[in-house]
């Protein structure tokens, strides 16, 4: 069971910046090979991805975050981040890491949570 530990979240106003980290139980080698991405989910709402970086540090985004948001990861570390800025109301929700094996079965792993509020 691969474990997921993320950190960073916090309440900001709108305009401010937060970086989430996630740390993954795994080896440096075997994480390099993982999709790791960043989903949030909003009151009400489905789970969204929000980004992803894949095997060849490739990067996808959510349309609504382009420009503001930047995935990146430390293989060293086995830890992906997401650095956020110019934080919006609308992005204030429960941001979850998700650790994904590509075309594997029953390897796909998701961290506790943490919550991301943007208000004044």
């Known amino acids: 069971q691969v474990q997921l530990v993320e950190s960073g979240g916090g309440l900001v106003q709108p305009g401010g910046s937060l970086r989430l980290s996630c740390a993954a139980s795994?080896?440096?080698?075997?994480?390099?090979?993982?999709?790791m991405g960043w989903y949030r989910q909003a009151p009400g709402l489905q789970r969204e991805l929000v980004a992803s970086?894949?095997?060849?540090?490739?990067?996808t985004y959510k349309d609504s975050v382009k420009g503001r948001f930047t995935v990146s990861r430390d293989n060293a570390k086995s830890t992906v981040y997401l650095q956020m800025n110019n934080l919006k109301p609308e992005d204030t929700a429960v941001y979850y890491c998700?650790?994904?094996?590509?075309?594997?079965?029953?390897?796909?792993?998701w961290g506790q949570g943490t919550q991301v509020t943007v208000s004044s």
């Open positions: 970086t894949g095997i060849d540090a490739g990067r």
């Open positions: 998700n650790a994904n094996l590509p075309f594997t079965t029953n390897a796909n792993y």
């Open positions: 795994l080896s440096t080698s075997t994480f390099s090979i993982y999709t």
